[in-house]
């Protein structure tokens, strides 16, 4: 990967935390070196953001101590442009958008019809890594954001 980090604390030019709620999407930004011992107190807050805004949260069954994990895009299973099943029944999951993390057209349009859609082109970034790879959008940007700007223009 190339432009993908984990652990980085963006600093802000505000002394405190930044966190806010806009709409369905939370901002948390500027945690500084108390956000670890923080951490508890700032989800409650932003669950409690996210509850207001109307999204559905579900507790935890009881005894459930697993970890979440969030894997990488290639562990989750098979993906869609490996499934000849599913290629048949929609053709638009053979059809590769972004060849370095090999991302489906198809991948690209559920995203686009979920239930919280990316506001913009980097959120489709973020939720199907197409223009993360090493061409960093290269080869694929003009394409995924074409597709993008098709869904925002029908409606989605």
């Known amino acids: 990967?190339?432009?993908?980090?984990?652990?980085?604390?963006?600093?802000?030019?505000?002394?405190?935390?930044?966190?806010?709620?806009?709409?369905?999407?939370?901002?948390?930004?500027?945690?500084?070196?108390?956000?670890?011992?923080?951490?508890?107190?700032?989800?409650e807050h932003v669950a409690g953001l996210l509850d207001e805004a109307g999204l559905a949260l579900k507790p935890r069954p009881a005894g459930d101590r697993e970890l979440p994990r969030m894997p990488y895009l290639g562990e989750r299973g098979r993906r869609p442009y490996q499934d000849a099943e599913r290629i048949g029944a929609d053709p638009a999951y053979g059809a590769i958008a972004c060849h370095c993390e090999r991302v489906t057209r198809g991948e690209i349009r559920d995203a686009l019809a979920g239930e919280i859609p990316p506001a913009e082109v980097d959120g489709l970034r973020r939720r199907t890594r197409a223009m993360n790879g090493r061409c960093q959008a290269f080869y694929c940007g003009a394409a995924v954001s074409a597709l993008f700007r098709e869904a925002v223009k029908g409606g989605r």
């Open 1 to 43: 990967m190339t432009a993908t980090y984990a652990g980085l604390r963006a600093a802000t030019e505000h002394s405190d935390y930044q966190v806010a709620a806009h709409g369905r999407y939370v901002r948390v930004a500027g945690i500084r070196s108390t956000g670890l011992t923080a951490s508890l107190g700032i989800a």
